[in-house]
């Protein structure tokens, strides 16, 4: 049987970036960036900071660079800018305001998970488009 990409593989990849996006950094405090501050201020750093630290490390360059390849710079860039005019629209029209700082950082969390997601979806979109098809270059011996 063929993988059938659909909404629900699209809302699956969007909702691990944001797992990853918002474990790495979130206005609430629980994070692992707040977690590595809070024990560098205590000078508690451990084996579990580094540990964590190259978990969410390899997280961030699977991710980032699966987007990268699947985008290309132009495309990230033209992604950026649609969520970018996408919060300036929902301003324009009142469904979105911004009463807060931890709001500015929510909404720009939120947009860098959308980033990723459209980044880890874009080969299987492009290819339900166009029929073509991305691959990785392969060494054969």
């Known amino acids: 049987m063929a993988y059938r990409f659909g909404w629900s593989s ?21 994070s692992y960036i707040h977690w590595v501050q809070r024990s560098f201020e205590a000078d508690r750093l451990g084996a579990p900071h580094a540990l964590a630290g190259v ?24 992604a950026a800018a649609f969520f970018g005019t996408l ?3 929902l301003i324009s029209i009142g469904a979105l ?10 909404v720009a969390l939120l947009c860098l998970s959308g980033l990723l997601a459209l980044g880890l979806s874009w080969s299987h979109v492009r290819r339900r488009l166009t029929g073509q098809i991305d691959v990785d270059e392969v060494d054969e011996p």
């Not at 699209?10 to 629980?30: D, K, Q």
């Not at 305001?97 to 929510?106: A, K, L, R």
């Open 10 to 30: 699209f809302l699956l990849r969007l909702l691990m970036s944001a797992v990853l996006v918002l474990l790495t950094f979130n206005p609430t405090r629980f």
């Open 87 to 89: 919060v300036w629209f």
């Open 97 to 106: 305001t911004f009463e807060s700082p931890d709001m500015i950082t929510w």
């Open 55 to 78: 978990v969410v490390l390899a997280g961030w360059v699977i991710l980032f660079r699966a987007t990268q390849r699947s985008l290309g710079g132009i495309g990230m860039f033209l």
